[in-house]
């Protein structure tokens, strides 16, 4: 038999594995499953597998191992595992492999789970990730040549996993989103890590290691252009401007890794840089010559941040321009600078049509660029700055607004100055406050940089404040509460024998599971979970949750209805009918239309026994009942509190009180031959089930004479049709005053004249209910209009049953549903109005 390769055997291994988390149930192969997967990641001397089984399953079977897991998260053996395995076997699979594929699976599985436990442990094992500096792992593995081979789709994904990884968790989180994940947090993360992957480089290329920034610059790019340059570089800036300063490695680091930036995100990247770094030193250890080599880069550091936009600071100036004028190969874009600046200045159109601030700007960028100027620079441009100088003055003179004629007085002092024309210097009298000032300070040039920090070996990395070791904590209460008195250990012993036992009859055993907090995780307990704590700690919770949050119900009401109708009761759990009825009820009364088309779809369906078309019958009258509860605006308790507890004052001083004593004397002091209604009657209030009565009633009546292989309801199956009529009455009587009670009250009364003469007295009641329901909850002027022909027909029905059914329950139906009938009848006989339509 030929042995097999390396790769089969691994793609075998896992599979077994898998098998074995999937059916086995017991804890001990589960654990031993979980450590063979983890084997795989281990990198130390005792592993058991090669380097090239490793390897292969890094490859080819790391990502799908992490993707069981997640599919996974709800299964039984996983909530068996203890606080400690769990870290360790199931979330130490996600922090010891290659970390962008851990990280993909992550964002994955957080995007694909719904607000859950689930998804809260996800997000915990998304928190240690990024605190336990696996960024710089995964950036850094892309900084070796040997970097995971992966397609540039690929490589975009995992770059938009990382830069928008605040913006994805807060889309799914909401309000419940971690401190870690926001912007000002997260971003500094980033900044400090791709720090880290960036020292590493500069150790590999010491030790003589090839290695590619390109990755690295791209974050950096993505993240700048998303609008964080600011949170970003305000990291990193200082400590590359501090680690160039004396080494060379960090300054050819820093110049390769913006040449990689793409020229499409260059410009956030220089415009972020230059506001972040202390000075043009800094400034130039950093980019080096990248305006030299990079047209988009000399685009924006000699034209558009001096020219288009004036939003900056005076420092950025100095930093561009200083920059500019440092290096002998960059001097040259200085003199471009200064002509262009000059000409923009001068221009007499741009001062009649720019805004007031952006003249100040360039007005500064001009007396900068000339105070950069050497003296034999300043002999060669001359004539220029003569020609710039006058043209300019005259047009900022010539203006009506008198800040912009003050700014060509400033700066014609100033440059009249610097030239010194034959020893002449022009002299205005203008007022004198900060911008001048600031103005004429821009020409005594900037001798060096300040002090900047020393760099940092490692960055600190954001962990978890919260978390106090017992030890600390006995320290700071001993600490607060000052030193203790010492004590004889011999007194300690005799005081022990003092002590009362504690009475522990009355403990009872804490379960391990906890009850879920979402209405998804009990979904998916009551689903796939064949524990049975879990399974009835979901079933108890369930009512509470439906009611709690009514939007997350919607989502899976008619799912959670359909797992609730066909669950048995496998576990004998306590008040198992009770509690799966009572969330049925809740489900019906929260997501009234489609759980209520659902359950009438399924009272007729193949396939369901006869208890529970019972139960669906059950639910929709429970859930009718709840519905047709008048709406009341809930009233402040604290208002009837307040008014009980005011102290009682005196009867005279109550101009009610009085009227009341003069009401009953006449009262009883009045003689009446006949007394009416002595109160009013009760005024009808809106309530929920009005509107949706249809949805309830007329489904039911659809396929009642459609005989199925396992249901015959005008057959042998007497017992449903006896409660389905009862049902359908209860549907009438809720539906008093609705709009849509006389339609429901003629469907109905043709329903049940088939089944009058029924051999089972249980439907015959049911029958006599439904008319009853009917003539209550009819208005009495429908009756007439509506059933006019059905009328006495009905009524001499009911006489016939009320002497000569055999039920006594029956008869006394019928006596009822007859006074009814009468009554209403003459009242609409009284009517002048249904004697004109009748007439």
């Given at each position: 038999?030929?042995?097999?390769?390396?790769?089969?055997?691994?793609?075998?291994?896992?599979?077994?594995?898998?098998?074995?988390?999937t059916?086995?149930?017991?804890?001990?192969?589960?654990i031993?499953?979980l450590?063979?997967?983890?084997?795989?990641?281990?990198?130390?001397?005792e592993?058991?597998?090669?380097?090239?089984?490793?390897?292969?399953?890094?490859?080819?079977?790391y990502?799908?191992?992490?993707?069981?897991?997640?599919?996974?998260?709800?299964?039984?053996?996983?909530?068996?595992?203890?606080?400690?395995q769990?870290?360790e076997?199931?979330?130490?699979?996600f922090?010891?492999?290659?970390?962008?594929?851990?990280?993909?699976?992550?964002?994955?599985?957080?995007?694909?789970?719904?607000?859950?436990t689930?998804?809260?442990?996800?997000?915990s094992?998304?928190e240690?990730?990024?605190?336990?500096?696996?960024?710089?792992?995964?950036?850094?593995?892309?900084?070796l040549?040997?970097?995971?081979?992966?397609?540039?789709?690929l490589?975009e994904?995992?770059?938009?996993?990382?830069?928008?990884?605040?913006?994805?968790?807060?889309n799914?989180?909401?309000?419940?989103n971690?401190?870690?994940?926001?912007?000002?947090?997260?971003?500094?993360?980033?900044?400090?890590e791709?720090?880290t992957?960036?020292?590493?480089?500069?150790?590999a290329?010491?030790?003589?290691?090839?290695?590619?920034?390109?990755?690295?610059?791209?974050?950096?790019?993505?993240?700048?252009?998303?609008?964080?340059?600011?949170?970003?570089?305000?990291?990193?800036a200082?400590?590359?401007?501090?680690?160039t300063?004396?080494?060379?490695?960090?300054?050819r680091?820093?110049?390769?890794?913006?040449?990689?930036?793409?020229?499409?995100?260059?410009?956030?990247?220089?415009?972020?840089l230059?506001?972040?770094?202390?000075g043009?030193?800094?400034l130039?250890?950093?980019?080096?010559?990248?305006?030299?080599?990079?047209?988009?880069?000399?685009f924006?550091?000699?034209?558009?941040?001096?020219?288009?936009?004036?939003?900056?600071?005076?420092?950025v100036l100095?930093?561009v321009?200083?920059?500019l004028?440092?290096?002998?190969?960059?001097?040259?874009?200085?003199?471009?600078?200064?002509r262009?600046?000059?000409?923009?200045?001068?221009?007499?159109?741009?001062?009649?049509?720019t805004?007031?601030?952006?003249?100040?700007?360039?007005?500064?960028?001009?007396?900068?660029?000339?105070?950069l100027?050497?003296?034999?620079?300043?002999?060669?441009?001359?004539s220029?700055?003569?020609?710039?100088m006058l043209?300019?003055m005259?047009?900022?003179?010539?203006?009506?607004?008198?800040?912009?004629?003050?700014?060509g007085?400033?700066?014609?002092?100033?440059?009249?100055?610097?030239?010194?024309?034959?020893?002449?210097k022009l002299?205005?009298?203008y007022?004198?406050?900060?911008?001048?000032?600031?103005?004429?300070s821009?020409m005594?040039?900037?001798t060096s940089?300040?002090?900047?920090?020393?760099?940092?070996?490692?960055?600190?990395r954001?962990?978890?404040?919260?978390?106090v070791?017992?030890?600390?904590?006995n320290?700071?209460?001993?600490?607060?509460?000052?030193?203790?008195p010492?004590?004889?250990?011999?007194?300690?012993?005799?005081?022990d024998?003092e002590?009362?036992?504690y009475?522990?009859?009355?403990?009872?055993?804490?379960?391990?599971?906890s009850?879920?907090?979402?209405?998804?995780?009990?979904?998916?307990?009551?689903?796939?979970?064949?524990?049975p704590?879990?399974?009835?700690?979901?079933?108890r919770?369930?009512?509470?949750?439906?009611?709690?949050?009514?939007?997350?119900t919607?989502?899976?009401?008619v799912?959670?209805?359909?797992?609730?109708?066909?669950?048995?009761?496998k576990?004998?759990?306590?008040?198992?009918?009770?509690?799966r009825?009572?969330?049925?009820?809740?489900?019906?009364?929260?997501?009234?239309?489609?759980?209520t088309?659902?359950?009438?779809?399924e009272?007729?369906?193949?396939?369901y026994s006869?208890r529970?078309?019972?139960?669906?019958l059950e639910?929709?009258a429970?859930?009718?009942q709840?519905?047709?509860?008048?709406?009341?605006?809930?009233?402040?308790?604290?208002?009837?509190?307040a008014?009980?507890?005011?102290?009682?004052?005196?009867?005279?001083?109550?101009p009610?009180?009085w009227r009341?004593?003069?009401?009953?004397?006449?009262?009883?002091?009045?003689?009446?031959?006949?007394?009416?209604?002595?109160?009013?009657?009760?005024?009808?209030?809106?309530?929920?089930?009005a509107?949706?009565?249809?949805?309830?009633?007329?489904?039911?009546?659809?396929?009642?004479?459609?005989?199925?292989?396992?249901?015959?309801?005008?057959?042998?199956?007497?017992?449903?049709?006896?409660r389905?009529?009862h049902?359908?009455g209860?549907f009438?009587?809720?539906?008093?005053?609705?709009?849509?009670?006389?339609?429901?009250?003629?469907?109905?009364?043709d329903?049940?004249?088939?089944?009058?003469?029924?051999?089972?007295?249980?439907?015959?009641r049911?029958?006599?209910?439904?008319?009853?329901?009917?003539?209550?909850?009819?208005?009495?002027?429908n009756?007439?209009?509506d059933l006019s022909?059905?009328?006495f027909?009905?009524?001499?029905?009911?006489?016939?049953?009320?002497?000569?059914?055999?039920?006594?329950?029956?008869r006394?139906?019928?006596?009822?549903?007859?006074?009814?009938?009468?009554?209403?009848?003459?009242?609409?006989?009284?009517?002048?109005q249904?004697?004109?339509?009748?007439s």
């Amino acid at each position: 038999m030929e042995s097999l390769t390396p790769y089969t055997e691994v793609r075998l291994m896992v599979a077994q594995c898998f098998r074995t988390l999937t059916t086995s149930t017991d804890d001990k192969d589960i654990i031993a499953a979980l450590q063979t997967l983890h084997s795989y990641l281990d990198e130390g001397p005792e592993s058991t597998p090669t380097s090239v089984q490793r390897a292969e399953f890094r490859r080819a079977h790391y990502t799908r191992t992490l993707q069981f897991l997640v599919s996974n998260i709800q299964a039984d053996w996983l909530h068996k595992l203890t606080a400690a395995q769990r870290t360790e076997l199931w979330g130490g699979l996600f922090l010891h492999g290659p970390p962008e594929q851990a990280l993909l699976v992550l964002m994955e599985g957080i995007g694909a789970l719904r607000p859950s436990t689930n998804l809260v442990y996800l997000v915990s094992i998304t928190e240690k990730f990024l605190q336990s500096g696996r960024l710089a792992d995964l950036l850094w593995s892309y900084c070796l040549e040997a970097a995971p081979s992966d397609s540039p789709q690929l490589r975009e994904t995992l770059l938009g996993r990382i830069v928008a990884l605040p913006d994805l968790t807060a889309n799914r989180l909401h309000p419940n989103n971690k401190p870690l994940f926001l912007p000002q947090q997260y971003y500094p993360l980033l900044a400090t890590e791709m720090l880290t992957a960036l020292e590493r480089t500069c150790k590999a290329l010491k030790d003589g290691t090839d290695c590619s920034l390109t990755f690295v610059a791209q974050t950096l790019g993505k993240v700048c252009i998303q609008g964080h340059s600011d949170v970003v570089l305000a990291v990193m800036a200082p400590q590359l401007s501090a680690s160039t300063r004396s080494d060379m490695v960090w300054q050819r680091v820093c110049w390769k890794l913006l040449e990689n930036v793409p020229q499409r995100w260059i410009e956030s990247v220089l415009t972020g840089l230059v506001q972040a770094v202390r000075g043009p030193e800094a400034l130039g250890r950093i980019i080096g010559n990248l305006v030299l080599t990079n047209k988009k880069a000399q685009f924006v550091i000699t034209h558009k941040l001096l020219l288009l936009q004036y939003k900056y600071k005076t420092q950025v100036l100095r930093i561009v321009l200083g920059y500019l004028a440092a290096d002998r190969e960059r001097r040259p874009l200085l003199i471009q600078v200064l002509r262009s600046v000059s000409q923009a200045w001068a221009n007499p159109s741009a001062v009649k049509h720019t805004p007031l601030e952006q003249q100040v700007y360039v007005s500064k960028a001009l007396l900068l660029s000339v105070s950069l100027l050497r003296d034999s620079e300043l002999q060669e441009l001359r004539s220029e700055l003569l020609q710039c100088m006058l043209g300019g003055m005259q047009s900022h003179l010539d203006s009506s607004v008198v800040h912009i004629r003050r700014l060509g007085m400033v700066v014609g002092e100033c440059l009249s100055s610097r030239m010194d024309i034959n020893g002449t210097k022009l002299k205005f009298e203008y007022d004198q406050d900060e911008e001048t000032q600031e103005l004429l300070s821009l020409m005594t040039p900037v001798t060096s940089d300040e002090p900047e920090p020393e760099p940092v070996e490692g960055v600190d990395r954001p962990q978890e404040t919260n978390e106090v070791t017992p030890s600390t904590q006995n320290v700071t209460s001993q600490n607060k509460s000052g030193p203790q008195p010492k004590t004889d250990p011999e007194s300690d012993l005799d005081s022990d024998d003092e002590l009362t036992p504690y009475d522990m009859s009355g403990d009872q055993e804490i379960s391990q599971a906890s009850p879920p907090r979402y209405l998804r995780d009990c979904l998916e307990n009551l689903i796939s979970s064949e524990d049975p704590m879990r399974v009835e700690l979901s079933l108890r919770v369930a009512e509470g949750l439906v009611r709690k949050n009514v939007f997350a119900t919607r989502e899976i009401s008619v799912q959670l209805t359909k797992v609730l109708l066909h669950m048995e009761d496998k576990y004998s759990i306590n008040g198992f009918l009770s509690l799966r009825q009572a969330t049925m009820v809740a489900l019906t009364a929260t997501d009234c239309i489609p759980v209520t088309q659902y359950l009438t779809a399924e009272f007729y369906s193949l396939n369901y026994s006869l208890r529970q078309r019972l139960d669906i019958l059950e639910v929709l009258a429970l859930a009718a009942q709840e519905l047709s509860k008048p709406i009341t605006e809930k009233r402040d308790p604290s208002t009837g509190t307040a008014a009980s507890t005011d102290l009682t004052a005196y009867p005279g001083d109550n101009p009610v009180h009085w009227r009341q004593v003069v009401e009953k004397r006449i009262q009883s002091k009045t003689k009446r031959l006949s007394k009416g209604l002595t109160q009013p009657p009760a005024t009808a209030t809106p309530n929920r089930y009005a509107p949706v009565a249809g949805h309830f009633f007329f489904p039911l009546l659809r396929n009642y004479d459609k005989p199925e292989v396992t249901f015959d309801l005008l057959g042998s199956d007497h017992l449903v049709l006896g409660r389905l009529i009862h049902t359908l009455g209860l549907f009438m009587h809720l539906a008093v005053n609705a709009p849509i009670a006389a339609q429901m009250g003629r469907a109905l009364l043709d329903f049940v004249w088939a089944v009058r003469y029924h051999v089972d007295q249980m439907v015959r009641r049911g029958v006599l209910f439904a008319v009853c329901s009917v003539f209550l909850s009819m208005p009495s002027q429908n009756l007439l209009l509506d059933l006019s022909d059905q009328l006495f027909e009905t009524r001499t029905w009911l006489a016939d049953v009320a002497e000569g059914d055999p039920d006594s329950d029956c008869r006394s139906l019928a006596v009822q549903s007859l006074v009814l009938l009468d009554k209403s009848l003459k009242k609409q006989l009284q009517d002048p109005q249904t004697l004109s339509l009748e007439s």
